[in-house]
């Protein structure tokens, strides 16, 4: 490959780079313009908002259970006898609420919540149900997208919330159960470095990825292409992209809480 083609090639992917950007940002220009369009949203966001978190407790509460059941028994396995068995409970409460309930409840939803949005959307455009909406007068992004975002950002710190409980819940039982630990112990673990802001922080989290997700999900819909392939890769591409959006997002949101620490 010579020094011009190899200039050529990165221009091109260059280009196409950030068109994709500008893309993606007109359309969450679009989705946020139509917020205003109440009368649109509106009837739809309580159907999204059971469909979207509702119908996904089960799934975030039973990883929750395992997740906390887990985390108890590989903590005291770890701790040393310089190490108090009641300090289970400290790893069980800041480890579930800060991390692993918002992120692998996302990750699940991801996949669950993503994929049928970018479906169902993608049924919509390939057998041209769009169009119509058009014209008959509907803003797609109004009667599609936005009672779907809003619902993910409003329900998806629902689910996570009930997973810490649960997930906590299930680390004291496995520790009053398997291990030498009492319930009051257990609990004065929990209480020790207990703080407000951990569960504050978990869910401002959670309504993050719950935008994310659901946004990508509505925009790899509205983008298929080409019968049922194109449904199948638009679903793909919604579970694919989604779980990097809240990897990423977590990335963030922990360099954000180190500096709030550090300061």
């Not at 800041?94 to 919540?113: D, F, H, M, N, S």
């Not at 950002?153 to 996570?160: D, K, N, Q, S």
């Not at 959670?206 to 509505?218: E, P, Q």
Request: glycine residues 10%.
């Amino acid at each position: 490959m010579t020094t011009t083609t190899a200039i050529e090639t990165l221009g091109v992917r260059v280009r196409h780079g950030v068109e994709r950007v500008g893309d993606a940002t007109h359309y969450v220009g679009d989705v946020t313009r139509a917020v205003r369009d109440l009368r649109t949203w509106l009837p739809e966001a309580a159907l999204q908002a059971r469909r979207l978190g509702v119908d996904s407790m089960p799934i975030g509460m039973f990883i929750a259970l395992f997740t906390g059941v887990v985390l108890a028994l590989l903590a005291s396995y770890s701790f040393t006898n310089a190490v108090p068995l009641y300090f289970v409970g400290t790893l069980v409460q800041k480890t579930i609420t800060l991390e692993l309930a918002p992120v692998l409840t996302g990750l699940a939803l991801a996949g669950r919540v993503g994929a049928n949005i970018a479906a169902e959307l993608g049924t919509m455009r390939v057998t041209e149900q769009i169009d119509a909406l058009e014209t008959l007068g509907y803003d797609p992004f109004a009667f599609l997208c936005v009672p779907r975002v809003l619902a993910g950002a409003v329900m998806f710190p629902v689910v996570v919330a009930a997973a810490m409980l649960t997930g906590v819940t299930a680390g004291w039982g496995a520790s009053v159960a398997l291990l030498d630990v009492s319930s009051s112990e257990f609990v004065k673990g929990v209480r020790l470095f207990f703080d407000t802001f951990d569960i504050r922080y978990g869910l401002v989290k959670a309504a993050s990825f719950g935008v994310a997700v659901t946004l990508i999900g509505c925009r790899m819909g509205l983008r298929a292409r080409g019968g049922a392939h194109g449904v199948g890769a638009a679903a793909t591409s919604a579970v694919v992209y989604g779980a990097v959006a809240i990897l990423v997002l977590d990335a963030i949101w922990a360099v954000v809480w180190l500096l709030g620490h550090a300061r």
